[in-house]
């Protein structure tokens, strides 16, 4: 049976996927273009039973989201460039003390106040690196509207298997379009649930990792009292200056997301098998790179397409091997070449790699792209 398809928005397709994960508390700031997710969760969660409030800023914002999920919630924020920048101290907090979270940034141009409605793609290199230290981030980027729902359920599963933020970045185009999605019905997609202690309060280390690396801290107020800080920490939860316990926890704090990556490394590929020039895009990027594949197909030229949909961890493995043949490695994109400069790390150095790039506050087109396929293919 077909399934019937809805007409959404790209923010709309957000909230619905959010709130089929289970979100049950948002606080946010509202911020061009992604106000809307605010807007219509105001609305829906209240209605069922969840919790909704508008924050004086976008650092109290997540703030408040750490804390709800320290309390138990499904907590998310969303935002956009300005408002993603003021939030990077408290991700890292929460990657530190191991909270889940999902934070949603619909990418505007910049840099500052930019173009509040212009579509870019120039925060892929601070969502993985905006906060200090050594760290990893799980970062997520979808191409359409159907897929912004899954993927912000995806979002939350990781983030609570993990127990680490993750970041769904969307780009202005993206979250702003309306298009046919199919919505699941409940059961159909897998919802990952918070896992709870099982020894009792007094044998409780909060911190203390399970075989996949991550801890099972209780959600407070459930009888299981400890410590959160964002201090270098033992696995009682207290600060520690333990050169072997802090080397321990910074690598179990990276391992923990690099052993687990596969489960979530997540692309697809678009007439790759005999592709002699390859191209790679991400976001609304790719409907167009998609297009000039397509167009350079109707002329003879054997393009194929890798879609990236997990930035980070950058998916190397992926793209070492289906550009293993290729003479000709393409990176398109909306800002100034930041994948394909990754890209460029994982090639053998005996490739092409070309980039194509766009930050002029409108949408890459397509033919821009064919252009440069025709160019590499001379």
């Not at 926890?249 to 592709?275: C, P, Q, V, W």
Request: aromatic share 6%; proline share 6%.
């Amino acid at each position: 049976m077909t399934k019937r398809k809805k007409l959404m928005q790209g923010n709309e397709a957000c909230v619905s996927g959010a709130l089929y994960a289970g979100l049950n508390f948002f606080a946010g700031y509202p911020i061009t273009p992604s106000t809307e997710i605010a807007e219509t969760l105001a609305k829906r969660l209240p209605a069922i039973g969840g919790n909704f409030i508008q924050m004086e800023d976008e650092i109290s914002s997540i703030a408040a989201c750490i804390g709800a999920s320290l309390a138990g919630a499904k907590a998310m924020t969303a935002t956009s460039g300005p408002g993603f920048s003021l939030m990077q101290e408290n991700i890292g907090y929460a990657i530190m003390t191991e909270i889940p979270c999902v934070v949603v940034n619909v990418q505007r141009l910049g840099p500052s106040t930019g173009g509040p409605t212009a579509p870019a793609q120039g925060d892929v290199m601070q969502a993985r690196w905006g906060t200090h230290g050594d760290h990893e981030m799980v970062v997520l980027t979808p191409a359409g509207v159907e897929e912004v729902f899954t993927l912000t359920v995806e979002a939350f599963n990781i983030s609570e298997a993990l127990r680490t933020p993750v970041i769904l970045l969307m780009d202005e185009v993206i979250a702003h379009m309306r298009e046919g999605a199919s919505v699941p019905e409940r059961g159909e997609l897998l919802v990952v649930a918070r896992k709870e202690p099982k020894e009792p309060p007094a044998e409780y280390l909060p911190f203390k990792p399970q075989e996949d690396l991550v801890p099972v801290p209780a959600a407070l107020g459930t009888g299981y009292r400890y410590h959160v800080t964002g201090l270098y920490h033992d696995e009682t939860g207290f600060p520690t200056g333990n050169p072997e316990k802090i080397d321990g926890l910074i690598r179990r704090l990276k391992h923990k997301i690099i052993l687990n990556k596969d489960k979530f490394s997540f692309f697809e590929e678009h007439l790759t098998d005999d592709a002699e020039l390859v191209l790679i895009s991400y976001g609304a990027s790719a409907r167009a790179a998609r297009a000039a594949v397509n167009q350079a197909r109707a002329e003879g030229i054997k393009a194929g397409l890798l879609r990236l949909i997990t930035l980070w961890p950058f998916p190397s493995t992926a793209i070492s091997r289906i550009c293993a043949n290729a003479s000709a490695v393409i990176t398109a994109e909306m800002n100034l070449g930041q994948i394909y400069a990754e890209v460029c790390r994982v090639l053998d150095s005996t490739q092409r790699s070309l980039s194509v790039t766009h930050v002029d506050g409108t949408l890459i087109q397509p033919q821009k792209i064919f252009a440069a396929i025709k160019e590499a293919a001379k």
